[in-house]
């Protein structure tokens, strides 16, 4: 069974940082894609940032060039960097792989940002 485990929310003010990680039980070259989802009250759920087998990179218009999306494969281990965070950050942050045609999801990690 895939599991895909996230680290690293908390509190945080406006203009901070926090760096989330994701450690999956399977290695990183077995997933197609790799990303990070959040869902902050009230909203769905959204992309932030993802990750192509082959390491090319995208992310939402929201968070450019203030995350950065990279990972270890030694250590099957995917992060998100998040610099000047600001308090519409705050969310729900989810880990998210897929291999072939599953879907696998984290069971997802606070992120705060206080204003």
């Known amino acids: 069974q895939v599991q895909l485990v996230e680290s690293g929310g908390g509190l945080v003010q406006a203009g901070g940082s926090l760096r989330l990680s994701c450690t999956a039980t399977e290695s990183l070259f077995k997933f197609k894609t790799m990303g990070w989802y959040r869902q902050a009250p009230g909203k769905q759920r959204e992309l932030v940032a993802t990750?192509?087998?082959?390491?090319?990179?995208d992310y939402s218009d929201a968070v450019k060039e203030r995350f950065i999306i990279s990972r270890d494969v030694a250590k099957n281990t995917m992060s998100l960097q998040m610099d000047s965070l600001k308090p519409e950050d705050t969310a729900v942050y989810y880990c998210?792989?897929?291999?072939?045609?599953?879907?696998?999801w984290g069971q997802g990690t606070q992120v705060t940002v206080s204003s």
């Open positions: 990750m192509l087998l082959l390491g090319s990179t």
């Open positions: 998210y792989g897929q291999i072939r045609d599953t879907d696998y």
